[in-house]
C-alpha cells in the first residue's frame, strides 16, 4: 500500500523513469521513489516541471497530484478520467438515490463530524464535548434544525481563543483551508476510483462546485485539520504572523497520515476514505443509509 507523500518545495525537475517518479534539483543528486509507493504529491512551488509520462504514470496509479497558487494554498487536484470497471453503473446509481436516502445519509455524516467535534475539545481538554454529544442527539433526517451550524458555532467558540472562521488575517483560518483543500483531494481521488460522480452531492448542490459528494464526505474529516491546527497555533492561540511558512505547509500536508478509527481499525486518511466511499456505493446500492461507515478521529 501507498505509504508515502511528497511536497515539493523548490524549483526542481519531474519526472518518470522504470515507473519511479524521479526529482532533480539544482546541485543535488536525483532521488527516485517507485510509483507504488507515493500516496499523494504535493506540488508547492511554481517553479516545477513534471513531464507528461509522470502525469499519466500518477493518474494510472490513482495518485493525487495537489497543486499550490501563488499563496502557497491548494488550488487544484489532477484527477484521473474514469477508470472503475462498473463506472456508468455506479454513476446511475448515484444520479438515482432518493432524497429520503440522501437525507438519511446527510444525518449520519453530521452526526459523525459534530461527534468528532467533540473528540477534538477532549483532546485539548476544553470542556464542551459533552454538550455536543447531546446536539449530536438532536440531528434529524436532513438536518432540518441546521445542528450543524449550531455545532460548529459551540465548537470554534472553544476550541480557539478569539476566533472568526473567515477572518482573513488569522493565521489559524489560512493553516485550516491548507489541511481541508489537502483532505478534499482525498476525498475526491476515494470517490472517482469508486466510479462515483464528485460533482452530484448528497447535501451540498453547487451548480459551480465540480466537488459537491466530496465536500459532503470532508465534513467527517474536517476534525482532523482542527486538531492539528490546534497543535501548530500553541493549543489554539492566535499566532503573530499570518503566512504559511513552508514548514507549516509540510506539517499541514501531514494531515494525510493522521490517524483514524473506521469499523474497528486504525488506518490513515487514504485507505479510511477508501472504506467510507466503498460504503457509500453499497447504500447507493440498496444497502441504505445504515451501510455508510465513517471514520472517528
Known sequence: MAWRGLHISRPARLSLKAQRLVVEQDEEESVSFPLEDVAWVVLDTPQVTASAALMAGCLQAGIPVIYSDHKHIPCGVLLPFHQHFQQAGVARLQIAATAPLKKRLWQSIVRRKIENQGAVLERAQ???????????????????GNVEARAARFYWQRLFEDFRRHDEEDLRNAMLNYGYAVLRAAVARGLVAAGLLPAFGIHHAGAQNAFNLA????????????????????????????????????ELV???????????????????????VASLVRAFSGDGAEALVLPRV
Open 126 to 144: 476544553v470542556e464542551g464535548a459533552r454538550t455536543l454529544h447531546e446536539m449530536k442527539a438532536h440531528v434529524k433526517s436532513g438536518d432540518p
Open 215 to 250: 465536500d459532503d464526505l470532508l465534513e467527517t474529516l474536517r476534525p482532523v485539520a482542527d486538531w492539528a491546527v490546534f497543535r501548530m497555533a500553541d493549543q489554539g492561540r492566535r499566532p503573530e504572523s499570518d503566512e504559511l511558512t513552508r514548514e507549516q505547509r509540510q
Open 254 to 276: 501531514g494531515v494525510m497520515t493522521e490517524p483514524l478509527v473506521i469499523e474497528g481499525e486504525l488506518l490513515t486518511v487514504l485507505p479510511a476514505v477508501d472504506r467510507t
